[in-house]
């Protein structure tokens, strides 16, 4: 019975020194990719950044990166801007590729693919496919993130409205107001109509650029197109009367332009002028 017990005791301190077996570190896939940002619309950039690892036990030769679309072909979605960290990069049939030259065992290589949305693109997801590519040895295909092509951005002009006016004193007193209307983009502008209205007690005495609404005392000034960034002028005057005195108050207003205007903040605009008598206004 001693002896039975000594033997059990030996057994369970024997097996408290058995090793534990290491779980083996995965090696990091032959292609991996990350893309940023996820969505981009006709005419902006974004980066796929992409990384190559040779887990073989032999040299890849002419190793390159490849990027593909699942559901259409890339290259007629994109076109390619820069790739730094390759050697050199190209688009061969349905691909994107940056060619890195000889991979030896174990080696890691990255590559920034830094690709533009063409114009023409459809709005719509597409799934970015990545490989790596070897003369003498080609990897598995991955699926990678989805690329979400948005929709081109809206078309906006902003047209910003100023007003001012001077006067010049002879027989009467002759306000002249001059209305600038700038188009601060993004897009160009036309079929620009700002109205200028005149206050009560002054009578019109012409414009430039600008045309009378019947006998009333507004004015259209059109302006049938304005570049993004452009400015243009208008005027128009009225004539202090004898009875004309106190607070002046002319406005320009735009009411219509294409496309939308986005900001409805700067496109109206106030000139007040005082007439102490008709001989005598200060603007």
């Keep these: ?70 559901e259409t072909s890339l290259p007629g979605l994109v076109d390619l801007v820069s790739c730094p960290g390759a050697f050199a990069c190209d688009i061969l049939g349905g691909s994107i590729r940056g060619g890195f030259g000889d991979m030896a065992p174990g080696e890691t290589r990255t590559v920034v693919f830094t690709l533009r949305v063409k114009d023409t693109a459809p709005a719509g997801p597409v799934t970015l496919q990545h ?14 993130p989805v690329l979400t092509i948005l929709p081109p951005a809206p078309a906006d002009a902003d047209i910003a409205v100023s007003l001012s006016a001077s006067v010049r004193t002879l027989l009467v007193s002759r306000i002249t107001y001059t209305v600038t209307v700038k188009n601060n983009g993004p897009s160009d502008a036309t079929g620009v109509r700002v109205v200028g209205a005149y206050p009560a007690g002054l009578v019109y ?46 406005t320009a207003q735009r009411t219509a332009s294409s496309p939308t205007d986005p900001n409805a903040a700067n496109d109206q605009a106030s000139r007040t002028c005082t007439a102490l008598t008709s001989l005598i206004v200060r603007c």
């Design 1 to 70: 019975m001693r002896l039975l017990r000594a033997a059990l005791v030996t057994a369970v301190a024997g097996a408290g020194l058995v090793a534990v077996p290491q779980l083996a570190t995965a090696a990091p896939p032959s292609s991996a990719i990350e893309l940023s940002p996820t969505s981009a619309r006709p005419g902006e950039t974004f980066t796929v950044t992409q990384t190559l690892h040779n887990d073989r036990d032999f040299t890849v030769t002419g190793a390159k990166a490849g990027l593909y679309g699942k």
């Design 131 to 144: 490989q790596f590519i070897g003369e003498n040895y080609a990897f598995e295909t991955f699926d990678g």
């Design 205 to 250: 005495a012409g414009s430039s650029g600008c045309t009378r609404v019947g006998t009333t005392r507004t004015v259209n000034c059109d302006i049938p197109a304005l570049a993004s960034g452009a400015t243009v002028t208008r005027t128009f005057s009225a004539d202090a009367g004898l009875l004309t005195l106190g607070s002046l108050v002319a």
